[in-house]
């Protein structure tokens, strides 16, 4: 089972970046698929989450009309796109697998926003 996540880098405030998250090893269609983020000295804290078939999403309320978060099933990869990116988004950002009693993460992927 492997979660490769991809995509983060440096950004300037107000940019966009698009992570992916390559999913091998398990059904990737029957998960569910989360977004979430650990900033330094913080908890780790869920950011979007995305239902298995891709028609449901729920986003952290300060998120919430500037990431969007999607799913390709045929190629096993979940997105999120981040807009209007802030200084307060600068953290690694993992991606999580979930069925039933199942749960898998990635290794990270740092996000920083800074001028």
């Known amino acids: 089972v492997q979660l490769v996540e991809s995509g983060g880098g440096l950004v300037q405030p107000g940019g966009s970046l698009k992570l992916s998250c390559v999913a091998s090893?398990?059904?990737?269609?029957?998960?569910?698929m989360r977004w979430y983020r650990q900033a330094r000295g913080k908890e780790r804290e869920l950011v979007a989450a995305i239902n298995s078939a891709g028609g449901i999403t729920n986003y952290a309320d300060s998120v919430k009309g500037r990431f969007t978060i999607s799913r390709d099933n045929a190629k096993n990869t979940v997105y999120l796109q981040m807009n209007s990116l802030k200084p307060e988004d600068t953290a690694v950002y993992y991606c999580?697998?979930?069925?039933?009693?199942?749960?898998?993460w990635g290794q990270g992927t740092q996000v920083t926003v800074s001028s």
């Open positions: 999580n697998a979930a069925f039933s009693s199942l749960g898998y």
């Open positions: 090893g398990f059904t990737f269609s029957r998960y569910v």
